[in-house]
């Protein structure tokens, strides 16, 4: 079986999303002939474009929800998408924090690790820009010794 998390930056330009989601679908065909077991907190950008391919190549989906008001802290546009992935996930796994805060997002983050064997990381490999960023996700990782793959297609940026 192969458990694989998620992290990644939100927010990214059209053209960048849709390398990365090319990039996603090609890493996770590559493990798709194992038991492959996806976890991501869903969230708008690389969490739900992961999620999102887990499934499309036969995965299991484990959904970390970091906080009580996380969904409601989510873009409004992405509840639709949100919904969807939540209903068809195998597993949800609830934390205790109320606010959907930089803290909550990076035990999120944590909880997510807990039950990984590997991390992908849609990663210009630059600093978080705040607490729980991609960055810290990563460092967590690297602390671990567990497997890292980055995702930053050529010519990708970051707003």
């Known amino acids: 079986m192969t458990r694989i998390a ?17 990039q996603l679908h090609a890493e996770l065909e590559n493990r798709a002939g194992r038991e492959l077991v996806g976890i991501s907190c869903i969230a708008d950008g690389p969490d739900a474009s992961f ?20 969904r409601e802290s989510l873009p409004t546009e992405h509840h639709a998408l949100y919904d969807d ?4 996930a195998a597993q949800v796994i609830t934390l205790d924090h109320v606010e959907s ?9 944590v ?9 992908i990381a849609v990663w210009d490999g ?12 990563v460092a967590v990782a690297r602390e671990r010794g567990m497997p890292i793959t980055v995702v930053w297609p050529e010519g990708a940026s970051r707003d």
């Open 111 to 119: 909880r997510m690790l807990d039950e990984a064997d590997e991390l």
């Open 101 to 109: 805060d930089s803290e909550a997002h990076q035990a999120g983050s």
């Open 6 to 22: 998620i992290t990644g930056h939100r927010g990214l330009p059209e053209r960048t999303t849709a390398a990365v989601e090319t």
């Open 51 to 70: 999620a999102r391919a887990v499934l499309d190549v036969g995965g299991s989906l484990v959904v970390v929800v970091p906080a009580q008001k996380y």
């Open 85 to 88: 992935l939540y209903s068809s």
């Open 126 to 137: 630059k600093p978080a820009r705040g607490y729980g960023g991609t960055a810290d996700v």
